[in-house]
């Protein structure tokens, strides 16, 4: 009978070679049954890598939706927030407004008119508000505020108005200054006449979010407190009936708005249904997928065990063989 034999050196190699790859696969399999997944894709997909690459395209697609969604939610919130905040500044500005009469007395109305100057500087600030860097009611405008100072509103009424003789005259005047495009547009409105482009937030679904400060509802609301705060303006010379007369037209005007404010809060309320609604949708496909792309890739658990325990008893059986060969302790043989 022939036999082969290998020197000391030849054997060392040979076993520390085979202890290596022992571990290797130790390692390799030990992953496989912590995380569940094959560390061989190639062979578990047989070469054919076109259903796991529809399935990766479809989740990056989706993390596209998903962060549009997120963006559009927290776009739309704070519109929501802002409007709410305007709608609720003009709601107790048109009650003190439409409570003045004609015996009101001088001190009221020019508190009923400070009152005013101080919501005008409030509603203004609330329509250029912005999130995350950009203007919510600019249109596409996104990088600057869409409205001018309250004192360049308060400075340009002043003029329109200056010389009527009746409150509805008054009303007139600056009703043909907001829609001219000389003035409105041209001094106070510094945002885009385009609306911002519609989102899309989910397969074949998109969500518009298209309210700017130019909107004829916030033109009505400005031009209403912004007349009431120049009611007693000195400068404007207003008597007390007139002035009273104002006052009280422009609250009846305030309360009026109400309902559109309303209207356009409806609207967001039901674009911000609509992400939500999206966002569900997508979170569902997502998590769909990622099933479909465990059950592809899935490590057969006892089979991975099974497996594991043959590489451990081999790595002892190899260890015993070494330890009889060169007489090494355990400590040394792990190093």
Known sequence: MNMTSIGDLAQSLVLRTRSTQLKQSMATLTEELTTGRTSDISGRLGGDYSYLADIERNLAR???????????????????????????????????LISVTSSTIDPIRSHASAQARQDLDSALSALNAGVGGRSLFGGIATDRAPLGSADTLIAALRGAVTGQPTADAVIAAADAWFADPAGFEATLYQGSNQDLAPMQVGPGQQVTLSMRADDPTFRALLRDVALAALATDPALGFGAGLQSDLLRKTGEGLLATQDKVTGLRADLGFAEARIEEASARNASARTGLEYARGALLEADPYETATRLEDVQFQLESLYAVTVRTSKLTLVNFLR
Do not use: V
């Open 62 to 96: 989706l993390d596209g939706f998903s962060l549009s969604a997120r963006e559009a939610a927290i776009f739309a919130g704070a519109a929501q927030t802002n409007l709410e905040k305007l709608q609720a500044m003009t709601e107790g500005l048109s009650g003190s």
